[in-house]
């Protein structure tokens, strides 16, 4: 495969067309352009950029130029040229040995990326809180208590005393309702980490903004 030296040449179009557009303009001489004169005064290598929608009209299928393009051939990785498709240009960086544009020619880079856990600088993330208090309460309970008495009969001063005697001590009861006193207030601490955060793990697109030409690149006539 044949190995070109790349330079880069960014060419304007000048001339005036009153009351034309640049684009309109190349559409009026498309037919000019494509039966044309080569214009072979670029050195051979030389890579340009076209922005027009007639370049499909100045070169063939197999990607060689006509016309006004005779010598030139578009960079699709045909007929020996470098593939630009859907690519920048970076400038070669020869001082730097472990720069990854040391080489022509060499390719790198992706249009989307997803981050791994190996992008990410080490982090947690940590939390704390206290819970709501609760818990204060008390118990109603029967309380029955008992007495010795003496006397006969049966002894009966309501619902909160009886008893029953038959002239020995006998037990005189006692029954009450009472609740208890109100305890048990509490609350709890807690700290922790979590492990596991929210995402969706979605691609980022890696281009900056951008605008679609082609590479032609310059063989020789």
Not at 170 to 197: Q, W
Request: hydrophobic share 30%; aromatic share 12%.
């Amino acid at each position: 495969m044949k190995i070109f030296h790349i330079s880069i040449l960014f060419i304007s179009l000048l001339f005036y067309v009153k009351g034309e557009n640049v684009e309109e303009y190349l559409k009026q001489n498309r037919e000019s352009i494509r039966n044309g004169r080569a214009i072979n005064n670029f050195p051979r290598g030389t890579i340009l950029m076209i922005s027009s929608t007639e370049m499909d009209y100045w070169f063939n299928i197999l990607g060689v130029g006509l016309g006004e393009y005779q010598g030139w051939y578009i960079c699709d990785g045909r007929n020996g040229t470098p593939d630009l498709r859907g690519r920048f240009l970076v400038g070669r960086d020869t001082f730097n040995s472990n720069s990854d544009y040391s080489s022509n020619g060499k390719i790198g880079g992706v249009e989307k990326y997803s981050l791994s856990e190996d992008h990410l600088p080490p982090h947690d993330h940590e939390f704390g809180g206290q819970t709501k208090g609760n818990g204060d309460h008390s118990h109603i309970y029967d309380d029955i208590t008992y007495a010795d008495c003496y006397g006969s009969g049966v002894i009966d001063t309501g619902t909160r005393f009886r008893g029953i005697s038959s002239g020995s001590p006998n037990s005189l009861a006692c029954h009450m309702t009472r609740t208890s006193e109100r305890s048990g207030f509490h609350s709890h601490d807690f700290t922790g980490k979590t492990n596991v955060g929210k995402g969706k793990s979605k691609v980022i697109d890696n281009r900056p903004p951008y605008s679609v030409v082609a590479y032609v690149i310059y063989k020789g006539i």
